[in-house]
């Protein structure tokens, strides 16, 4: 059952799941091609739910060759029919009539066939979904070629560097292929899809499941088969052959808090200097394996005084301020050129620190920016070309088609030209503030603020009030 605060929810064992496939396909008359065209069409329901055809048109379904791969035959059909483009990639055919009756209904409807040997390394760029119905919940032991190849793939899709190209959503049938059905991910290195169908139940390991979409498919399990198994399902709305599952509880925002426990910030333990103090913070959280560690809110504000703010990356601090890079005419620098101040904040949660940075804001030298730009991958310089940065696109395809073009260009290696709005930007700070986060919401706050001693600038340490 599900965690008390979540709607109740069953889950299946694989013996569990095993017995039920045996009872609907036995003393109550289901048939193996009753049973997987539904079930199909409740994995092509809820593709459509979430994924429109318009956006998510192009489909690859991989298919094993068992029951799961005949849904995912199943499915690619009817999305056929809901206007999408299914490519099918069946490299183990079962040569039973159902399944060989599937292959050529699809192939009736001219929905191609792709070998694992064509299919391109690189799955982003020909797809805009894939459906994952190599194995189900009977399969045990290592994945064989080609599957255990094009489960490769699909885990590469999760580590692929971030471009401007869109990557394609992941939908598996009932079970991630690779992941044991009771346990899971075994070592946190399998698949993780967008989108998981369960059906008849979900089976143990879709508790371990973390992505966006959960769905319940397989509208056939009796009451008898519900009673004996005391199966606690969501209700299908209407005619509907999926219902979402999953749902996060509803909770009560103010209720929501953390009593921090942390070591205390003492003022004889920092040190003299804030950006010393910062930089043996920033090494802590580098060393306590922070993902962005770098990430910062950068808060500006226009000559009529308007806030804003946006998350920025720090390319590089020293005792001259912090430097981060960006386009001269986005809306932060339009901000800066009326009002060249700023403010930074990191947020280090895992630690329960807080640094906060106030200062003016200067342009860095054109050679300092141009060796940056230089120093990025060629796939980001592009992208700086092609994004005119907080300006009105009419839409998403404007970036690809300029991108693509400029990829081509470029695609001899020559250098590519710094953008003559695009550089850096350098706080230099007057402020500085430490946050630890403590028990009763008594922080430790410790702030450096420049001052002038006998004509000289230092920094002075206030402790300020939590």
């Known amino acids: 059952m599900e965690d008390s605060g979540s709607p109740p929810l069953s889950y299946l064992t694989q013996r569990e799941a095993a017995e039920i496939d045996e009872t609907l396909m036995g003393p109550l008359g289901f048939s193996v091609d009753q049973l997987m065209e539904l079930a199909g069409l409740s994995v092509a329901t809820s593709i459509a739910e979430v994924y429109k055809p318009g956006d998510y048109s192009r489909v690859l379904a991989i298919c094993g060759p068992g029951n799961n791969g005949g849904d995912g035959l199943v499915a690619a059909r009817h999305l056929h029919h809901f206007g999408y483009k299914p490519f099918i990639c069946y490299p183990k055919r079962t040569a039973k009539p159902l399944y060989t009756g599937l292959v050529t209904q699809l192939e009736s409807l001219s929905v191609p066939f792709v070998s694992a040997d064509d299919l391109p390394e690189d799955l982003s760029k020909d797809f805009d979904v894939i459906v994952d ?37 992941i939908v598996s049938v009932d079970i991630p292929s690779g992941w044991h059905v009771e346990e899971g991910d075994h070592d946190d290195g399998g698949i993780k899809p967008d989108m998981l169908v369960s059906l008849t139940a979900p089976k143990l390991c879709a508790k371990r499941f973390r992505g966006p979409h959960h769905f319940l498919g397989g509208r056939f399990v009796p009451p008898t088969v519900a009673e004996k198994y005391k199966l606690e399902l969501p209700s299908y ?67 009529d005084k308007k806030p804003s703010s946006r998350m920025v990356l720090l390319k590089g601090f020293d005792e001259n301020g912090f430097v981060w890079f960006t386009n001269y005419e986005s809306k932060k620098g339009s901000d800066l050129s009326e009002n060249p101040s700023a403010a930074l904040l990191f947020y280090w949660e895992s630690l329960n620190r807080q640094v906060r940075i106030e200062g003016p804001v200067e342009r860095i030298p054109e050679s300092e920016s141009e060796n940056y730009f230089h120093s990025r991958p060629r796939g980001s310089q592009i992208g700086a070309i092609v994004s005119k940065q907080s300006s009105v696109v009419p839409g998403r395809h404007v970036l690809y088609d300029e991108y693509e073009e400029l990829t ?56 300020l009030a939590p």
């Open 237 to 303: 709305p209407g005619t509907s052959m999926c219902v979402r599952i999953g749902k996060p509880p509803k909770v009560d925002i103010s209720a929501m808090r953390v009593n921090y426990v942390s070591p205390e910030l003492l003022e004889e333990q920092v040190e003299t200097d804030p950006t010393v103090q910062f930089r043996k913070w920033f090494d802590e959280a580098v060393a306590a394996g922070l993902r962005e560690t770098n990430a910062m809110a950068l808060c500006t504000a226009n000559k």
């Open 408 to 463: 081509k260009k470029y695609s001899d290696g020559s250098v590519i030209p710094k953008p003559k709005n695009w550089g850096g930007f350098r706080l230099k700070p007057k402020l500085f503030e430490f946050w630890q986060g403590q028990p009763s919401r008594l922080h430790d706050r410790l702030q450096y603020s420049l001052q002038d001693v006998n004509g000289n600038p230092a920094w002075k340490i206030h402790r």
């Open 133 to 169: 119905a190599m194995f189900g919940f009977s399969f045990h032991g290592a994945p064989r070629p080609p599957f255990d190849d094009l489960i490769r793939r699909l885990v590469s899709l999760q580590n692929y560097e971030q471009t401007l190209q869109k990557h394609p959503v």
